[in-house]
């Protein structure tokens, strides 16, 4: 792969890191409207189809279209006020497209809850403590066994009290 090619994949890996680790989320174009969302995909699948090509001129074209969309993509968080997560902060999409602020120390969360008024605030303990016990045990139990990775969804019947 050409040199000057290999630079300009850096640099966006960069970029892309870079707005990654300073929102907490692993899909920071996920954040902001959707109009800027798809043209951020689309720009993106251009991208995406460029690096399989033998065309050099055209991989370096879309480089730098990758690059002002991921300045753009800055420059859009910050026009929608997304505020940067601090450390130990993260942004996690629930299954059903609900993005939760995730801090892990229930100690600091009316912090986080007065800095991100508009956005859902949890801790990690807030979150444990609403599973009950049995349900880790047999978590455990699955995990111990190599029956499953991952529980997807979860119901429990016969407990009105949850």
Request: proline content about 2%; overall charge neutral.
């Amino acid at each position: 792969m050409e040199p000057k090619i290999q630079e300009k994949l850096k640099e966006i890996t960069y970029l892309r890191i870079n707005l990654q680790n300073k929102y907490g989320y692993d899909k920071p174009e996920e954040l902001v409207t959707e109009s800027f969302k798809n043209r951020f995909k689309r720009a993106y699948q251009k991208f995406s189809d460029s690096l399989i090509t033998d065309n050099d001129a055209l991989k370096l074209s879309m480089l730098d279209m990758m690059t002002r969309a991921y300045i753009a993509l800055q420059n859009q968080l910050e026009t929608e006020n997304i505020k940067p997560t601090d450390d130990n902060v993260w942004r996690i999409k629930h299954k059903d497209g609900q993005i939760i602020v995730l801090c892990n120390d229930k100690h600091k969360k009316q912090h986080y809850v007065d800095k991100y008024k508009d956005e859902l605030v949890m801790s990690a303990d807030e979150i444990i403590d609403i599973i009950p016990y049995d349900i880790i045990k047999f978590k455990k139990q699955l995990q111990v066994a190599d029956v499953v990775n991952s529980l997807k969804s979860l119901k429990l019947y016969g407990n009105e009290d949850l």
